[in-house]
């Protein structure tokens, strides 16, 4: 029986110096990966990290500017590194594909023009 994995969706895996920001509850956190169906990030220390299930609401501001809002439901939590889950609708696949752009030709000004 075929099992579903959800590393076949694509993910971008971002080097610690140029993340997207995750910002909920007044405060931002650090992108660590994202995909069309969730989301790894770093909290910072000095905040309360969210339960197994709990559900998140806020918006990722990404490299070239884009914002979306995003509603999910925490998967994981190891240590500081929450996993969220997207609920209905996540990341557009065209914001991806603009991210993968940014990241690849080294700035967010050719990717906001494609």
């Known amino acids: ?3 579903s994995d959800r590393r076949e ?3 971008i895996v971002y080097p610690h110096h140029v993340c997207p ?3 909920w509850r007044g405060e931002t956190a650090r992108v660590i ?5 969730g989301f790894r990030v770093e909290i ?3 905040s309360d990290v969210p339960a197994r299930d709990a559900r998140v ?3 990722i501001v990404f490299l070239d500017g884009t914002a979306v809002e995003v509603f999910g439901v925490v998967r994981h939590v190891r240590g500081r590194v929450v996993g969220v889950n997207f609920e209905a609708p996540g ?8 991210e993968q752009v940014c990241l690849r030709t ?4 050719w990717a906001a023009s494609a």
């Open 21 to 23: 920001a995750f910002v």
């Open 9 to 11: 969706n694509f993910r």
């Open 91 to 98: 990341v557009p696949w065209r914001v991806l594909l603009r």
């Open 33 to 37: 990966d994202c995909s069309e169906h």
């Open 44 to 46: 910072q220390c000095y």
């Open 106 to 109: 080294g700035g967010p000004e």
């Open 1 to 3: 029986m075929p099992r």
């Open 57 to 59: 609401h806020g918006r």
